[in-house]
Nanobody, 115 residues
Framework: QVQLVESGGGLVQAGGSLRLSCAAS????????MGWYRQAPGKQRERVAD???????NYSDSVKGRFTIFRVNAENTVYLQMNSLKPEDTAVYYC?????????WGQGTQVTVSS
């Protein structure tokens, strides 16, 4: 079992930056891929970025070049550095992983970008 706890959300003006953190419990963090998703009001949850245990990354087209996902295995933490934020980035952001056929989600952290 894995527990995920996000932090770092908040209110920021357009063009600003935020760094989200997701701390994972357990000793297997270095062996699992991690992802960030977001859900805006009235919209479906969408994948933002993911990182494999080897450190390979993928991004959605909407955030490519602005967001960076990285992990620090010694801290059991995955981060999402968000730069050049836009109002359309406003959403609840969740981290995610799949382990042994089960999908785990954190509680989410709110990001609000004002214009």
């Amino acid at each position: 079992q894995v527990q995920l706890v996000e932090s770092g959300g908040g209110l920021v003006q357009a063009g600003g930056s935020l760094r989200l953190s997701c701390a994972a419990s357990g000793r297997i963090f270095s062996l699992i891929s991690m992802g960030w998703y977001r859900q805006a009001p009235g919209k479906q949850r969408e994948r933002v970025a993911d990182i494999t245990r080897a450190g390979n990354t993928n991004y959605s087209d909407s955030v490519k070049g602005r967001f960076t996902i990285f992990r620090v295995n010694a801290e059991n933490t995955v981060y999402l550095q968000m730069n050049s934020l836009k109002p359309e980035d406003t959403a609840v952001y969740y981290c995610n992983t799949d382990l042994r056929g089960l999908t785990y989600w954190g509680q989410g952290t709110q990001v609000t970008v004002s214009s």
